[in-house]
Each structure stands twice: as structure tokens, then as C-alpha cells.
């Protein structure tokens, strides 16, 4: 009796180990199967990803991959569940995850962002002149898109000088193919060039080269990023009754956020303020820290943030990874 007892005891002992370790552990993950991440290549989709790698991989050991591709390439591969994750899915923006949605191949949990924006910039200099930098308006009565058809010789394109130059984003990404529309829409394509950057690294740099040589540019771009906290621009109005308000949330896989609910409740707490997330994104662009080190910055120097979205075993596997 006493052999059995201790028997019990023992085996009593293990499901209790076994309780406790599912309580922050994942069939998904336990079954050996990694939870593959869209690869996007913009900053605060970059750092979204590796944060969010970092608390499945060191605070619920799942393996953890990425894959490499433009967005719509990418909504592609989260439909078929070739990826799982989308760090950073700006809902209703494009067809591929609209149909999806539809479909009901792919899900949008949480809210990683709150607050975004996008839209079509000048620097305030265009408009408004800058004494202290010694700029005179060239377009003082620029307000709207509309607007532009008379400012083309303002933002000219030096390869084909009789247009404008609008800078769009690069190719692929789905504001390439809405800003291409919103060109014919506006009646501006025979007067300025849709000129795609080829990365997003690249748009940046024509920003900040024609700003600090104090010349004009018109160009798309959205927040949270660290470009915006650097230049000092004015967002151009749209036509009366648009709604470009942005809903950002975590793309997940139909397949994954059946099969992996304790992972999903997870992602979906993940939120970083705006202001905060422009912030260490700026110091990404000026230290030139790559994003697996700034979300290493982010785990050590924001505890109060993370640890609410993680069980207390999950935080403390992440502490001892850190």
C-alpha cells in the first residue's frame, strides 16, 4: 500500500508539472511545428515582427521562422497558411486580405498600433516658407491633392522635366497600387511621374536628401515611422468625405488561430503607443540599430508594457533570455 501510495504521489506529482507547463506552453509549439512571420521590410513592421517572435520563441519556446516578401505576396502565403503571422496588417487596405477575410482564410486580432496615418506629404517649407532656413513658400495656397495639377513645375521630375515627380511607394507594397489609382482619380497622371521607390530605405532617402537641401517633394508616407518624428511636413487634404482612418491588427492564419489559441490571446494583447513606437523608431534610423537589437532595447527598458501580455512563467523565461 505504501508502494502504491507513493506510486500516486509520483504520478500526481507529474500531471501537476504537466498542468502547470500547458499553462503557458502551446500544442502548436509542442508538436514541433514553427510559427512562421511574414517578413515585411518596413521599420515598425520589422520591429513588430521581432518582438513578437521574441515572446513566443523565449517566453513559450515555439520555434519561429519568417519569410521574406512584399505585403501582398505575403497576405498571399498568410491565406494559404504558408506563413501564420502578419505582424503588422493594415485590414481593409488590400484586396488579397479583403477577399481572404471574406473567405475566411485569414483573422485580424488585437490592435499592435493605434493612431496610424497615411496620406500624401509636402514639407511645411512648400507651403508655409521657413525665415530660419532662409526657404520662401513656393506653394502657398497648396491645401489639397487636388491642388497639385498647378504645382507640377514645383516638384519637377529632372528626368522628364515637363511633369511632376510623385513619390510613390515601392513596388508591391498595396499604397503602390492605391496611390497609382488615386493618381487617375485626381487627374494627375499625365502631369506628374508615378516614380516607386525600390525600397522603403530608399523613399527615406529621397525625403531626406531634397529636405535638407531645402528642395520640394511630394511623396506617400504613414506613421507610426521614425521619418515623420525627423522632417517636418504637412499631410495634403483629400477630397471632402474620404476616410483614411487605419485599422491596424495582427494577421493570423485561419489554420493558426483555430489550432493555436493560447498563442493567439497572446499576440492579441500586444500594443505599443504611437508616440513610443515613433520614438524607438527613430532611434533606429539615427543609431542605426537593427530591429532584433532595438526589440532586445525594447524587452529590457519597457517591462510594465510587455509583461501585462504574457502569463508570469512566459515573463520570466523572456527576463532569462534577456
Known amino acids: 500500500m505504501k508502494v502504491m501510495s507513493k506510486v500516486k504521489c509520483v504520478a500526481v506529482g507529474l500531471a501537476l508539472t504537466a498542468g502547470a ?57 498568410l491565406s494559404t497558411n504558408d506563413i501564420q503571422v502578419f505582424a503588422e496588417e493594415w485590414v481593409g487596405r488590400s484586396e488579397v486580405w479583403n477577399k481572404a477575410a471574406e473567405a475566411g482564410k485569414v483573422v485580424g486580432v488585437g490592435a499592435p498600433v493605434v493612431g496610424a496615418v497615411e496620406g500624401w506629404y509636402v514639407p511645411r517649407f512648400v507651403v508655409e516658407g521657413d525665415a530660419s532656413r532662409g526657404i520662401k513658400a513656393s506653394a502657398p495656397n497648396l491645401k489639397n491633392i487636388a491642388d497639385l495639377a498647378q504645382y507640377s513645375a514645383i516638384f519637377r521630375d529632372q528626368e522628364e522635366p515637363s511633369k511632376g515627380r510623385f513619390y510613390n511607394c515601392p513596388a508591391g507594397w498595396t499604397c503602390e ?30 525625403v531626406l536628401s531634397s529636405y535638407k537641401r531645402k528642395e520640394p517633394i511630394l511623396f506617400y508616407y504613414w506613421s507610426p515611422t521614425a521619418l515623420l518624428g525627423r522632417v517636418d511636413v504637412i499631410k495634403l487634404e483629400e477630397k471632402p468625405g474620404v476616410d483614411k482612418s487605419v485599422t491596424i491588427q495582427v494577421g493570423l492564419s485561419k489554420t493558426f488561430h483555430d489550432e493555436a489559441p493560447e498563442l493567439v490571446n497572446v499576440l492579441s494583447k500586444v500594443n505599443i503607443p504611437i508616440d513610443l513606437l515613433n520614438t524607438y523608431l527613430a532611434r533606429m534610423s539615427v543609431e542605426h540599430i537593427d530591429a532584433p537589437e532595438l526589440a532586445k532595447t525594447f524587452f529590457k527598458e519597457k517591462p510594465e508594457i510587455w509583461t501585462t501580455w504574457v502569463s508570469a512563467n512566459a515573463a520570466k523565461n523572456i527576463q532569462s533570455g534577456l
Open 21 to 77: 507547463n500547458a499553462s503557458f506552453a502551446s500544442d502548436w509549439c509542442d508538436s514541433g511545428k514553427a510559427v512562421k512571420f511574414a517578413g515585411l521590410n518596413w521599420e515598425s513592421g520589422m520591429l513588430l515582427t521581432e518582438i513578437m517572435q521574441t515572446l513566443l520563441k523565449e517566453g513559450y519556446g515555439c520555434k519561429v521562422d519568417s519569410l521574406p516578401g512584399n505585403s501582398i505576396s505575403m497576405e498571399n502565403a
Open 177 to 206: 497600387t492605391e496611390n497609382t489609382e488615386m493618381l487617375k482619380d485626381y487627374g494627375l497622371e499625365n502631369s506628374y511621374t508615378n516614380f516607386r521607390s525600390g525600397t522603403g530605405p530608399a523613399l527615406d532617402a529621397a
